[in-house]
T-cell receptor, first 116, second 111 residues
């Protein structure tokens, strides 16, 4: 099956710093990538939809200036958490969909962010 | 707005017993997914159900879909400890639209 990777798998940073998370589709081209966030013992919540070559679409309540998303190629999307605070500590999971509407989504292994 | 409800949210099962997890969704959708999540891990895809009446089975798990009732079930047969995990259903349309997840069912299988 299709493989999606994320890097890093975990990161610890100080409050006020920025962290970049990469999501890559390794063996297929992904027109669309999605970023989800999962707090402990909760479900996944969609943060934003990232389309290659265009601006991301953010869900209500997600600050676009804080969570910067770039989808510069068909195999890479990045999420940058700017000026991170402890409340941003979470498990961030990306998923990638292929170039046709019949394709399914494939989830990355997730990135655990801890902000001290 | 699409909403997905799962129940129960917590399930403690004895080994060898059968049980069913239910997933209701509020609006017509093209596909329904079941995922398993182990602590600290991402999602493992279990099933994708695409049509009314679809039934898929893998080992002790069987998933079904009733699009008219907007209901999917995940049936666990003769539970074993290895099945302990959180199970999510998620609903979406085409592959390049986002998924809406249920709250998850935390399953614990005890001896």
């Amino acid at each position: 099956g299709a493989v999606v990777s994320q890097h890093p798998s975990w990161v610890i940073c100080k409050s006020g710093t920025s962290v970049k998370i990469e999501c890559r589709s390794l063996d297929f081209q992904a027109t669309t990538m999605f970023w989800y966030r999962q707090f402990p013992k909760q479900s996944l919540m969609l943060m934003a939809t990232s389309n290659e070559g265009s601006k991301a679409t953010y869900e209500q309540g997600v600050e676009k200036d804080k969570f910067l998303i770039n989808h510069a190629s068909l195999t890479l999307s990045t999420l940058t958490v700017t000026s991170a605070h402890p409340e941003d500590s979470s498990f961030y999971i990306c998923s990638a969909a292929g170039t046709t509407s019949t394709d399914t989504q494939y989830f990355g292994p997730g990135t655990r962010l801890t902000v001290l | 707005e699409l909403k997905v409800e799962q129940n129960p949210l917590f399930l403690s099962m004895q080994e060898g017993k059968n049980y069913t997890i239910y997933c209701n969704y509020s609006t017509t959708s093209d596909r329904l997914y079941w995922y398993r999540q182990d602590p600290g891990k991402s999602l493992e895809s279990l099933f994708v159900l695409l049509s009314n009446g679809a039934v898929k089975q893998e080992g002790r798990l069987m998933a079904s879909l009733d699009t008219k009732a907007r209901l999917s079930t995940l049936h666990i047969t003769a539970a074993v400890h290895d099945l302990s995990a959180t199970y999510f259903c998620a609903v979406g349309n085409s592959g390049n639209t986002p998924l809406v997840f249920g709250k998850g069912t935390r399953l614990s299988v005890i001896a």
